[in-house]
């Protein structure tokens, strides 16, 4: 069964940092990798998506990096600012047809200006 | 692309009553939906998998009496929580497939609050 980690679950740092999420996931048979963005009471918003042949990718001032041998990603993001507060889900999608997405529990970022 | 629409947003009904939430899929056909549940703090759950014109698949520790789901076109499905108790109180959040890049959007999702 896959698990899906994201460790600290809450992360505060001042405005301007560049910082590191970290993701791990048990069963490095995926499909894929998605990272999201979850704003208070709201729904999910797809930050980035990495395929399993894939080592990483960028978008803006978001990059994210797949190891699929390690069951490890991360997510960089640079120049924080308090509009990236929220708090952001790693979630793998299993091979097979119609497979399911397996969440993290999430990092609650807060960027303090 | 890749637009969804839940509804309603927030909810609060009695304890007993049943409550309705749809999902749209408004730029896309959805051959599969997926529902999933959020408690406070708590990362999404998968509740169940619906194919579009057959029965829902519901995942362990999930009443199908209890959430009926009807997914019986390609743009639209629901979730009707029945007889609901405070212990139903969460956040639910609907994802329809989209095939188009493999990856998975979402629903703004619906804060039910069952008092």
């Known amino acids: 069964k896959q698990e899906v980690t994201q460790i600290p679950a809450a992360l505060s740092v001042p405005e301007g940092e560049n910082l590191v999420l970290n993701c791990s996931f048990t069963?490095?048979?995926?499909?894929?990798l998605q990272w999201f963005r979850q704003d208070p009471g709201k729904g999910l918003t797809s930050l980035l998506l990495?395929?399993?042949?894939?080592r990483e990718q960028t978008s803006g001032r978001l990059n994210a990096s797949l190891d699929k041998s390690s069951g490890r990603s991360t997510l960089y993001i640079a120049a924080s600012q308090p509009g990236d507060s929220a708090t952001y889900l790693c979630?793998?999608?299993?091979?097979?047809?119609?497979?399911?997405?397996?969440f993290g529990k999430g990092i609650t970022l807060s960027v303090r200006p | 692309g890749a637009v969804v629409s839940q509804h309603p947003s927030r909810v609060i009904c009695k304890s007993g009553t049943s409550v309705k939430i749809e999902c749209r899929s408004l730029?896309?056909?959805?051959?599969?939906m997926f529902w999933y549940r959020q408690f406070p703090k708590q990362s999404l759950m998968l509740m169940a998998t619906?194919?579009?014109?057959?029965?829902?698949?519901?995942e362990q520790g999930v009443e199908k009496d209890k959430f009926l789901i009807n997914h019986a076109s390609l743009t639209l499905s629901t979730l009707t929580v029945t007889s609901a108790h405070p212990e139903d109180s969460s956040f639910y959040i609907c994802?329809?497939?989209?095939?188009?890049?493999?990856?998975?959007?979402f629903g703004s999702g619906t804060r039910l609050t069952v008092v």
């Open positions: 979630a793998v999608r299993d091979t097979g047809a119609n497979s399911k997405l397996t």
């Open positions: 069963d490095s048979a995926i499909y894929n």
């Open positions: 990495i395929q399993s042949s894939q």
């Open positions: 730029d896309f056909q959805a051959t599969t």
């Open positions: 619906s194919n579009e014109g057959s029965k829902a698949t519901y």
């Open positions: 994802s329809p497939q989209d095939y188009s890049n493999y990856g998975y959007t």
